[in-house]
C-alpha cells in the first residue's frame, strides 16, 4: 500500500460522516448509469448558461430525439443528444449533396476529443470522449460552439 492510499483509507475511517460519505460516493461512482445521468443534467445547466439564446428543446425528428437547432442557411439540422453526441442532420428523405457532406466531416474533425467521424448520408456527426476525460463538459460545449459557429 502506497502512502496515498493509507491517507485515503485513515481520513475514511477517521469519522462516521467520512465513512458514510465514502460508501455513498463509491456506490454512485460504480453505477455508470447513475453518473452519466448526473453528467448529462450537468452538461444541460451548463449549456444554459454558455448558449442563453439557444432554445433547449428535446424534439423528435424521423423517429430521432434530440435536441435540434436549424443552421445559418436552414437546410439542415444541427443536433445534439444531451450527453457526447452531436453533428449533423437532414430529415427531408434526401441525402447530404458529397460536397455538403465533406464540408460537414471536416466541422466535425475540428472538435477537439471526438471517438469518430460518422457520415451515413442523412447524418454526419461525431462522439465526445468522456470515459477517462476530466474535461469533458469543455469538451462537449466547445464542441457546440464550433457547431453553432461553422455551419
Given at each position: 500500500?502506497?502512502?496515498?492510499?493509507?491517507?485515503?483509507v485513515?481520513?475514511?475511517?477517521?469519522?462516521?460522516?467520512k465513512f458514510?460519505?465514502?460508501?455513498?460516493?463509491?456506490e454512485?461512482?460504480?453505477s455508470?448509469?447513475?453518473?452519466?445521468?448526473?453528467?448529462?443534467?450537468?452538461?444541460?445547466?451548463?449549456?444554459?448558461?454558455?448558449?442563453?439564446?439557444?432554445?433547449?428543446q428535446?424534439?423528435?425528428?424521423?423517429?430521432f430525439?434530440?435536441?435540434?437547432?436549424?443552421?445559418?442557411?436552414?437546410?439542415?439540422?444541427?443536433?445534439?443528444?444531451?450527453?457526447?453526441?452531436?453533428?449533423?442532420?437532414k430529415?427531408?428523405?434526401?441525402?447530404?449533396?458529397?460536397?455538403?457532406?465533406?464540408?460537414?466531416?471536416?466541422?466535425?474533425?475540428?472538435?477537439?476529443?471526438?471517438?469518430?467521424?460518422?457520415?451515413?448520408?442523412?447524418?454526419?456527426?461525431?462522439?465526445?470522449?468522456?470515459?477517462k476525460?476530466?474535461?469533458?463538459?469543455?469538451?462537449?460545449?466547445?464542441?457546440?460552439?464550433?457547431?453553432?459557429?461553422?455551419?
Amino acid at each position: 500500500m502506497n502512502s496515498t492510499d493509507r491517507k485515503i483509507v485513515e481520513e475514511i475511517y477517521s469519522s462516521a460522516e467520512k465513512f458514510n460519505a465514502a460508501n455513498d460516493f463509491a456506490e454512485f461512482w460504480t453505477s455508470r448509469d447513475r453518473v452519466k445521468g448526473a453528467l448529462k443534467e450537468i452538461l444541460k445547466d451548463n449549456f444554459c448558461k454558455r448558449f442563453p439564446e439557444k432554445k433547449l428543446q428535446w424534439d423528435k425528428h424521423n423517429d430521432f430525439s434530440s435536441y435540434f437547432w436549424e443552421s445559418k442557411d436552414n437546410s439542415f439540422l444541427i443536433f445534439w443528444d444531451g450527453f457526447c453526441q452531436m453533428g449533423f442532420g437532414k430529415f427531408d428523405k434526401n441525402n447530404f449533396p458529397v460536397k455538403i457532406r465533406s464540408e460537414l466531416l471536416e466541422i466535425i474533425k475540428m472538435i477537439p476529443k471526438r471517438i469518430n467521424e460518422i457520415d451515413d448520408g442523412t447524418w454526419v456527426y461525431c462522439d465526445i470522449m468522456y470515459d477517462k476525460n476530466l474535461n469533458v463538459i469543455d469538451d462537449v460545449l466547445n464542441g457546440l460552439e464550433i457547431l453553432f459557429k461553422n455551419s
